[in-house]
């Protein structure tokens, strides 16, 4: 997998990055790094002068360790499409998965604290000001991308959520009903998920999670799955649901079809056998 975070200095990225990186076994690539290489060679007279040359040699290590079979994990600007086009085709030629983050910090105060607070990690690397920031020209991803906002208290959950693959978000979404965690579930939805059955149909975040309280705080219900087929970002499961009813247990088949979006789920539709209730 090559996974690709983006933003503007100071949001996070090398933060969030490093994490996933250590979460995922994977190489993490810092275009910053390469940059601050080039001219400590004496290859450029400054940072300013490096162009596109610190994205190209991340490029040529993306190369080399997706050749390898090994996940790999850049953290850049990408502000502009020419930036991120050449590593889509990467990951095309190597027929891995690519998944594109771009990473925002939606409080301007804390933004700027941040920038300005920045102390380098790197020995000769320059850290932009805030003005600077501020000024910069972000084009608009047409990627496929989920946008994680740092202001929020844990962007990192956000953010592995976005990299499971399809397969792995239903096993999420169902281990979180089996262990009554309410907030595990909401973080597998995407915002704006709906969720259908017969008779209980829910959209958006506050309807979901009203409608998973009340399933939990019920019958306490839990699931065992049966099979799992995928196709593209469509699953489609078969499970079993065990509940007590008037003192007796009670399996009853059940058959969902779900849409995946950046490793979230999108879309449900629910069917138990001989009833139109949720599971």
């Not at 994490?19 to 004496?42: K, N, P, S, T, W």
């Not at 850049?74 to 998965?97: C, K």
């Not at 096993?171 to 969720?195: E, I, N």
């Not at 058959?255 to 001989?274: K, L, M, P, T």
Request: some cysteine; overall charge negative.
């Amino acid at each position: 997998m090559l996974v690709v975070i983006g933003g503007l200095p100071g949001v996070g990225k090398t933060t969030v990055a490093r994490a996933v990186a250590g979460r995922l076994l994977a190489i993490h690539l810092r275009v910053d790094a390469f940059e601050v290489a080039l001219v400590r060679q004496g290859l450029v007279a400054a940072q300013s002068d490096v162009g596109p040359h610190g994205y190209g040699l991340a490029l040529a290590a993306a190369d080399t360790c997706l050749a390898a079979d090994t996940d790999v994990v850049v953290d850049a600007v990408f502000d502009v499409a020419a930036a991120r086009r050449p590593f889509a085709e990467l990951a095309a030629r190597h027929g891995t998965p690519v998944r594109w983050l771009r990473l925002i910090c939606s409080d301007p105060a804390e933004h700027r604290r941040r920038v300005e607070e920045r102390v380098a990690d790197l020995p000769g690397h320059v850290v932009p000001a805030w003005s600077a920031v501020r000024r910069r020209d972000v084009d608009q991803w047409h990627e496929q991308h989920t946008v994680v906002d740092t202001a929020r208290a844990d962007p990192l959950t956000v953010v592995l959520a976005a990299l499971r693959t399809p397969e792995a978000a239903v096993r999420a979404h169902v281990d979180a009903f089996d262990a009554g965690d309410l907030d595990a579930l909401m973080a597998g939805f995407t915002p704006d998920a709906t969720w259908r059955t017969g008779r209980s149909d829910a959209a958006g975040t506050d309807e979901l999670r009203a409608l998973f309280a009340g399933a939990l705080a019920g019958l306490s219900p839990r699931l065992t799955l049966r099979t799992l087929t995928a196709r593209g970002d469509t699953v489609a499961a078969e499970l079993t649901e065990t509940l007590m009813v008037d003192g007796e247990t009670r399996h009853v088949p059940i058959s969902g079809w779900y849409q995946v979006r950046n490793g979230r789920i999108a879309q449900a539709h629910i069917y138990r056998e001989g009833s139109a209730e949720i599971s």
